[in-house]
Every structure is written in C-alpha cells, then in structure tokens.
C-alpha cells in the first residue's frame, strides 16, 4: 500500500501558499523549478531556487509533499525507523520534508533537527514539524559546520549532496562514515537521473565497504489531488515516484 501525506500539513501548504498566488502562478513556479534542477544546474548554487513567489510555493507545496513520500517508501523499505532512535537530523533540510517522514516512520517521537542555508526554508521547515505535530527545530546555516551524532541518531540528505560543491562533498563522505562507526544511521536520497550524481559510484562503493547498501527505488504513488494538479499541469509526471539511495545502518 502506498504511503500518503498527512492531510493537516498538506492543508497548512494550500492555505498559505495559495493564499496569495493563483493556481497557475505556483505552476509557472513549478515549471521553472523543475527546469532549474534539471536543466539549469549551474545556478542553483546562487539561491535561484528561491527567488520568486511562485518557485517558492511551488518548492513547498510540490516537492516537500513528494520529497515527503519518496523518503518515507524508502525509510520504510530499509526499516530504517526500528527503535532506538532519538533524533533525526535533517541536512540541507529545505522545508523539512525529508526528517520529518522519517520521524512519523517512527511514530512521531524522534526530534528533528534541520540545517538548512536558506532563511526562508528554514522558516518553512518550523512550520512544517509545527503543521506535524513533530518535535523538530529548524536553524539556517551551512550543513558542514555540523557536529555529526551517533548512537540513537539517524541523519538524512535529501537531494542535497548532489548541491554540495566538489570540494565539500569530499569533506562530507568521511564525516558521515565516521558518524556511522559511532552509531549513527545514514541516510542519502539523491534523483535516478545520473547527470546530478556524477559522485555516486564513489559513495556507494564506500558505503559499501562500510556495510551498507545502494538502492534504485520505484514506488507507484497516489498524489494528493493538488499535487496531482499542479503535476499534470506543468506537464511532468510523478505517478511513479522515483529515487536512489545509500544507506548506511549505523554500528552496533
Ligand atoms: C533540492 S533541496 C532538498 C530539500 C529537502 N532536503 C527535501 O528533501 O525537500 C536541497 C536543499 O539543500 C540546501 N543546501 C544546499 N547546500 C547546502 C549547504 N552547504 N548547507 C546547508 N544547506 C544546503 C538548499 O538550500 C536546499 O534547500
């Protein structure tokens, strides 16, 4: 049965994203988002994701839902949320989606912690542990400053390595492979497309040697009306959802 996304939150979205724009303008958002992340990659680096209204909304009320239901598929597939586990922390957090699903896999109680280098997402990221009745803090900063836990901990990135610049994604492989020997749960989410991902057989090898595993998922999904809306309309197409993962269960 596939997994959805919780109907408070979602409204919380609608009512304050489509609050002030129309139902085409968050889809001329989408649509230049998509473009972005695709297309574009170069600029996403400056912030371009979240300069303008629409692309904003559209960052929210699209892809956090989406991004919700991908790492829950894939959080529930690893059995990654089996107890103990405490804390989440959420890297590059964006609106929070990514801890936050993992967190309701383990039936609400683990606190979420996001970083996240964008102020406004940041912001988005508080009202969504709020909209969930989660635990959850959210502080704008750059994720590689970060004290990784360990033991009781799980850390997620949700399609925010492949963001990181060559140099930091370098310092970030071992820090989270020594996060792992102390206990930690690592996880990374990343698109199938590989044009983004030019790194990942490097990751997955050392994860592999680490213990843990690579995966391609695929996951039939039931979008909640609006974002099946908003997908049609900007001509894409999520009915299956789509993602690649490593995981790492963390020692002991
Ligand atoms: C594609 S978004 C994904 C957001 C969220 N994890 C999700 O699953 O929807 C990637 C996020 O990583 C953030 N990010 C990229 N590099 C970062 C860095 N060095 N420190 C903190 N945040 C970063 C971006 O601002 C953006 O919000």
Same mark, same amino acid.
Do not use: E, I, T, V
């Given at each position: 049965m596939s997994v959805a996304v919780p109907e408070e939150w979602l409204a919380d979205l609608e009512r304050r994203h489509l609050a002030e724009l129309s139902f085409p303008e968050v889809r001329k958002g989408l649509q230049a988002l998509s473009s972005l992340y695709v297309e574009r990659r170069g600029r996403i680096g400056t912030g371009a994701a979240f300069d303008g209204a629409g692309k904003r909304a559209a960052f929210a009320l699209f892809f956090g839902p989406l991004h919700f239901l991908v790492v829950r598929e894939i959080v529930d597939a690893l059995g990654a =949320? =089996? =107890?103990?586990?405490?804390r989440i922390l959420d890297l590059g957090c964006g609106t929070g989606p990514a801890g936050s699903a993992w967190a309701l896999a383990a039936g609400g109680s683990p606190e979420v912690s996001g970083v996240e280098r964008s102020g406004w997402a940041t912001q988005e990221a508080r009202e969504t542990f709020r909209a969930l009745g989660l635990r959850g803090r959210a502080a704008a900063g750059e994720l590689l400053r970060e004290r990784l836990p360990g033991s009781g901990a799980g850390i997620v990135l949700g399609w925010a390595v492949n963001e990181l610049p060559d140099g930091a994604r370098e310092e970030l492989l071992p820090r989270l492979l020594e996060a792992a020997r102390r206990g930690a749960r690592v996880l990374v989410v990343e698109p199938i497309a590989s044009r983004p991902v030019p790194w990942w057989a490097g990751w997955a090898k050392a994860i592999a040697e680490a213990g843990g595993r690579d995966d391609l998922w695929r996951f039939p999904s039931s979008l909640p009306p609006v974002l099946a809306l908003l997908d049609k309309a900007a001509g894409l197409d999520h009915r299956i959802l789509t993602a690649r993962s490593l995981w790492l269960p963390g020692a002991g």
């Open positions: =949320a =089996a =107890a103990p586990l405490s």
